[in-house]
């Protein structure tokens, strides 16, 4: 799958409660990625009993993702394992494994970013789930865990295990957002898959807004094969596309987000207050209607307020 892609490829960033089932729709009709990531699935979730229902609501595809890869986050190897072993029959088409996500929760319980300072242990858990697949096998991280120069000896691990993808986000896990991305490390970075690795498809994350701004990377640091968007999906659902959308667009692709909520959401309803900047920013009246959608309780009545709403705001 990875070897397929022509760099460089664009991908839509893993986002705890954000890249779901339908979020991932909406995307795809907007102009989708060259590849989807699914939301953070854990995998001693999957392992347990309780826990697998709700693991298996996790790793649901629509019709038209492919290539999609599942990302996945623990810290025992063995559940590595069983969760890997059943990835490709699920649908999948690769599996990455978090090791840089900066949540308080997933870190106390050894996952995500805290894997950093568990090096070896990181290693156990790629292997075990490397030997329970035929899927590739990448890891997204982040240069360290409070220091950025960590990146220097953390890499080369993961870069030694012959991963088929590598994201790397360009801040550590102390920095979480509230610091620019480190651009000026890439050349670095590069010269380290390239030399340990070059078979590794390197991908970079942070700050990156739009395909624009991607190619434009991809100009000054060629050995970059793709770009991760993350944050930039709020400021344009349109991003992966040369697309400008009216405010219309806007309007239309919310209402679609409110019907396939109805109909596939596990997600309760309050959730959907973390899109409504998606679709209503930047014009006049905007923030006026976003104000009123919060007092909404029900996706009918999110349908009446931007109904009773929106001449306002196109005006």
Avoid at 292 to 310: D, F, S, V
């Amino acid at each position: 799958m990875w070897n397929k892609q022509t760099s460089p490829f664009l991908i839509l960033a893993p986002m705890e409660g954000v890249t779901d089932l339908v979020f991932r729709q909406i995307i795809l009709k907007a102009g989708r990625p060259d590849i989807f990531f699914t939301e953070f699935t854990n995998v001693s979730s999957y392992a347990s009993e309780k826990g697998r229902e709700n693991a298996l609501e996790r790793l649901k595809i629509a019709p038209g993702e492919n290539p999609i890869v599942a990302q996945i986050w623990g810290k025992n190897p063995e559940h590595f394992k069983e969760t890997a072993s059943a990835l490709e029959g699920l649908g999948f088409d690769g599996l990455d494994i978090n090791m840089g996500c900066p949540d308080k929760n997933v870190n106390k319980a050894g996952g995500g970013a805290a894997m950093i300072k568990t090096p070896e242990l990181a290693v156990e858990c790629i292997k075990s789930a490397k030997s329970a697949t035929s899927l590739p096998v990448s890891v997204k991280t982040r240069l360290g865990f409070t220091f950025t120069d960590e990146y220097q000896t953390w890499l080369p691990t993961l870069l030694s295990q012959n991963l088929a993808a590598l994201t790397v986000h360009l801040r550590t896990r102390k920095e979480m957002s509230k610091v620019p991305a480190h651009f000026e490390l890439i050349p670095e970075i590069i010269n380290l898959r390239d030399a340990l690795a070059p078979e590794t498809k390197l991908i970079i994350n942070g700050d990156i807004k739009n395909r624009q701004m991607a190619e434009q990377l991809k100009l000054e640091y060629p050995g970059v094969d793709g770009f991760m968007i993350g944050r930039g999906v709020f400021e344009n659902p349109y991003c992966f596309t040369d697309y400008q959308p009216t405010i219309e667009d806007l309007k239309n692709l919310f209402l679609y987000h409110l019907d396939l909520f109805d109909k596939e959401s596990r997600l309760p309803f309050e959730t959907l207050k973390h899109f409504f900047k998606v679709y209503f920013h930047g014009t006049p009246g905007s923030a006026e209607l976003r104000n009123k959608l919060m007092a909404g309780k029900t996706t009918t009545e999110l349908r009446e307020i931007l109904t009773q709403n929106y001449e306002t705001m196109v005006k």
